[in-house]
């Protein structure tokens, strides 16, 4: 009896510790409920929002204006080499013509290299990708990763690694290029991953090149896109090229790219982590993301001048090789944070890290660099 009724004690415990614990956890949910909502309100009555899109706002960057000069009929770049990079996932579809797109770039130019980077692909990508390759050897290296979403990795971080591999790769393998073009076949990929892809890219062009002129990173569904004109993409020599660090692309119909954008008066953050930050638990993002995301979104004018920035992208970007530090690299995810949350662009980290090694040499929204 005295052995039933300790279990009995017991027992009755254990349902009391249960229900505190109970009680604890839907204290502290209602509490963070309270304490997002009261957060949410202060951001929204404090906070400054833009009232235009960020290429009309006089917070805008203009440290200097740079301005042509020569026209984009003058332009020669018969001297200078270019690496281009292109992570590729499911993108069979595209390949034609942004194969197509890639020659009517690389035909400017003495020397190229293209450094081509998957993995996770399911339709004939690898293979096209490696017929690709047969058909220029000279030219083209194809670097798989296979079936990276198995070990966990986000979307940013996986293309990270891709980038930077092949940009150590070609570093490694050439022994003078001045330019890197970046392209992705696909932008629909986790955020690990992609930084894991660029990385790769990344690597590899350092190993394979010594040094180069210009890096072209380029994402493919956007460089396969039939209204691409290589005269847009000429357009970025039409500037002193000892003035920039990065040309960044836009595109005709809107400005998608607000994830990689960054100006510090305008969008010094991430604008989606800070949409999730303050609209969890119900509370509606749409408010949020008309007035920090669709805002910047309208077309960009090619009549305007260069835009400043910390970050951009918009689906392609060329940068100025030598700026290329061998201790930057892509980083696809926030450290810290849990994984449902940690994902970031991976090109903000690299840009503010290849920034730092520049000397006034600026990154730049080009509005010509309609890519599509």
Request: contains cysteine.
């Given at each position: 009896?005295?052995?039933?009724?300790?279990?009995?004690?017991?027992?009755?415990?254990?349902?009391?510790?249960?229900?505190?614990?109970?009680?604890?956890?839907?204290?502290?949910?209602?509490?963070?409920?309270?304490?997002?909502?009261?957060?949410?309100?202060?951001?929204?009555?404090?906070?400054?929002?833009?009232?235009?899109?960020?290429?009309?706002?006089?917070?805008?960057?203009?440290?200097?204006?740079?301005?042509?000069?020569?026209?984009?009929?003058?332009?020669?770049?018969?001297?200078?080499?270019?690496?281009?990079?292109?992570?590729?996932?499911?993108?069979?579809?595209?390949?034609?013509?942004?194969?197509?797109?890639?020659?009517?770039?690389?035909?400017?130019?003495?020397?190229?290299?293209?450094?081509?980077?998957?993995?996770?692909?399911?339709?004939?990508?690898?293979?096209?990708?490696?017929?690709?390759?047969?058909?220029?050897?000279?030219?083209?290296?194809?670097?798989?990763?296979?079936?990276?979403?198995?070990?966990?990795?986000?979307?940013?971080?996986?293309?990270?690694?891709?980038?930077?591999?092949?940009?150590?790769?070609?570093?490694?393998?050439?022994?003078?290029?001045?330019?890197?073009?970046?392209?992705?076949?696909?932008?629909?990929?986790?955020?690990?991953?992609?930084?894991?892809?660029?990385?790769?890219?990344?690597?590899?062009?350092?190993?394979?090149?010594?040094?180069?002129?210009?890096?072209?990173?380029?994402?493919?569904?956007?460089?396969?896109?039939?209204?691409?004109?290589?005269?847009?993409?000429?357009?970025?020599?039409?500037?002193?090229?000892?003035?920039?660090?990065?040309?960044?692309?836009?595109?005709?119909?809107?400005?998608?790219?607000?994830?990689?954008l960054r100006i510090?008066?305008?969008?010094?953050?991430?604008?989606?982590?800070?949409?999730?930050?303050?609209?969890?638990?119900?509370?509606?993002?749409?408010?949020?993301?008309?007035?920090?995301?669709?805002?910047?979104?309208?077309?960009?004018?090619?009549?305007?001048?260069?835009?400043?920035?910390?970050s951009a992208f918009?689906?392609?970007?060329?940068?100025?090789?030598?700026?290329?530090?061998?201790?930057?690299?892509?980083?696809?995810?926030?450290?810290?944070?849990?994984?449902?949350?940690?994902?970031?662009?991976?090109?903000?980290?690299?840009?503010?890290?290849i920034q730092q090694?520049?000397?006034?040499?600026?990154?730049?929204?080009?509005?010509?660099?309609?890519?599509?």
């Amino acid at each position: 009896m005295r052995f039933r009724g300790r279990r009995s004690l017991n027992f009755i415990c254990l349902i009391r510790l249960l229900i505190c614990t109970i009680c604890i956890l839907i204290s502290i949910f209602i509490f963070h409920i309270i304490y997002t909502i009261i957060i949410y309100n202060y951001f929204i009555q404090t906070y400054q929002f833009s009232t235009e899109p960020f290429w009309k706002d006089n917070r805008t960057i203009h440290d200097k204006i740079l301005l042509p000069t020569i026209s984009i009929e003058n332009v020669n770049l018969s001297n200078a080499t270019i690496v281009i990079a292109a992570c590729c996932r499911n993108v069979r579809k595209n390949l034609g013509v942004f194969q197509k797109h890639i020659r009517s770039i690389t035909a400017f130019f003495h020397d190229y290299r293209i450094y081509l980077g998957e993995s996770d692909s399911h339709d004939e990508t690898l293979s096209l990708l490696y017929d690709w390759q047969k058909s220029d050897a000279d030219h083209v290296r194809v670097h798989t990763k296979g079936h990276q979403r198995w070990y966990g990795l986000s979307r940013t971080n996986r293309i990270a690694s891709c980038r930077n591999t092949l940009l150590q790769q070609a570093r490694e393998e050439l022994s003078s290029f001045d330019y890197y073009l970046v392209i992705d076949v696909d932008v629909g990929a986790c955020t690990n991953r992609i930084a894991s892809c660029r990385n790769t890219l990344l690597q590899q062009a350092r190993e394979e090149l010594s040094s180069f002129d210009y890096y072209l990173v380029i994402d493919v569904d956007v460089g396969a896109c039939t209204s691409f004109d290589v005269k847009d993409f000429l357009s970025n020599f039409i500037y002193p090229d000892s003035s920039w660090l990065a040309m960044t692309a836009t595109q005709r119909s809107e400005y998608y790219d607000i994830w990689a954008l960054r100006i510090e008066s305008i969008i010094p953050y991430d604008c989606w982590q800070l949409i999730n930050e303050l609209t969890s638990f119900f509370i509606d993002n749409s408010y949020l993301t008309e007035r920090l995301v669709n805002i910047h979104q309208k077309p960009i004018p090619r009549n305007i001048s260069l835009i400043q920035v910390e970050s951009a992208f918009g689906g392609a970007a060329i940068y100025n090789a030598k700026y290329l530090h061998k201790d930057c690299s892509y980083i696809g995810k926030y450290e810290g944070y849990w994984w449902w949350s940690s994902s970031q662009c991976e090109h903000v980290p690299f840009h503010r890290c290849i920034q730092q090694y520049a000397q006034e040499q600026k990154i730049y929204i080009n509005p010509q660099f309609q890519i599509c």
